[in-house]
């Protein structure tokens, strides 16, 4: 029987991977397989969520202040679980945990790696069917092998990052993921339960005609971003337009989307949260390693976002990502001479 096969599974992409590289180890791409596996079994839940007890609250507040949804602690688990049975992890820091988990077992305590996560984006979303997603970023521990992992593992700039991802859980479920050698998206085949290579070596158009913003937080903004949002809503095909919003509450969707056709994403801080709402180490850094390596660009309106040190598990930081040349332009509003 001939094979003509024309695809490679994630399974069998991060194995030629690794055989190109002689003195791998082989830990980030059982890694990686071991994010596949968790994201599956989300997937799962996610798509009968209407059928089963997972809908809905689950009664509690988490660190965030937020409200914890039944299926954030599904998720939340399974990937913790998964994460830690598979023994290529020395610890997680999670958006649903107040603290580090540290797995603290001989074979965990030899893993080179942590992962920070938001186990569940755009979870609000969930009772009304619109797409949510999982964020994830990978660092190599900078504590001494053969030892518990610590805070400090954690607490490191976005550029250390290894690898970085997220899953799509939509009208199809999609896992991207990228290294310093390029970003590659894998679409989920359920006739035979793997992820599929889909969307080899991705590339940010360096312009776009999308812009995302919650404009309902307009007055809230700061006025560089709020002539930048002017400028957009002007835009006809004499001065590069015309330009649309598309703005879905869903930041695994919205981002996904501007990577893919180019555009901007924008959650900017306000008056009355100027840090911003999105967590720097497991939404901003991971999306920003990403466009990077894609060709576009990432900052908090003043510093790349890359080069934040973060001070703190929870750390919340202004996000500006997308194509480079809209970057570009939304930066030479944001840095121009107030209007008198």
């Known amino acids: 029987m001939i094979n003509n096969r024309k695809f490679f599974t994630l399974d069998e992409f991060t194995i030629k991977q690794l055989r190109e590289f002689p003195q791998a180890t082989g830990e980030l791409s059982s890694l990686m397989r ?6 599956k079994r989300v997937n799962v839940e996610v798509n009968k969520a209407g059928l089963a007890d997972i809908l809905g609250e689950a009664g509690k507040e988490n660190v965030q202040g937020e409200i914890v949804q039944k299926l954030d602690e599904f998720a939340n688990n399974q990937f913790i679980g998964v994460l830690h049975h598979g023994v290529n992890c020395a610890g997680v820091g999670s958006e649903e945990n107040d603290d580090i988990v540290v797995f603290d077992d001989e074979l965990s305590n030899k893993s080179k790696y942590v992962v920070l996560m938001d186990p569940l984006d755009g979870s609000g979303n969930i009772d009304v069917g619109v797409s949510i997603g999982t964020i994830f970023g990978i660092y190599r521990r900078v504590t001494e092998k053969g030892q518990p992992c610590n805070i400090s593992d954690f607490l490191q700039p976005g550029r250390n990052q290894v690898a970085a991802g997220y899953i799509v859980y939509g009208s199809s479920t999609l896992l991207v993921y990228g290294t310093r050698r390029g970003i590659n998206g894998f679409t989920l085949d359920p006739s035979v339960g793997e992820f599929c290579l889909t969307h080899p070596d991705i590339k940010c158009p360096p312009h776009g005609r999308i812009y995302s913003v919650n404009h309902g937080n307009f007055f809230q903004y700061e006025e560089g971003v709020r002539a930048y949002i002017n400028a957009c809503q002007k835009k006809d095909s004499s001065n590069g337009g015309p330009y649309t919003q598309r703005y879905i509450g869903s930041m695994v969707s919205d981002v996904h989307r501007n990577l893919i056709k180019g555009g901007i994403f924008m959650y900017p801080g306000t008056i009355n949260k100027p840090k911003g709402k999105l967590r720097l180490l497991y939404e901003c850094n991971p999306f920003a390693f990403i466009a990077e390596v894609a060709g576009g660009r990432a900052t908090d309106g003043k510093n790349r976002i890359l080069d934040v040190q973060p001070y703190e598990l929870h750390q919340r930081s202004p996000l500006f990502v997308g194509s480079s040349q809209m970057m570009d ?10 209007a008198k």
């Open 34 to 39: 071991d994010i596949g596996l968790a994201a």
């Open 329 to 338: 332009e939304l930066e030479s509003y944001m840095h121009a001479e107030p």
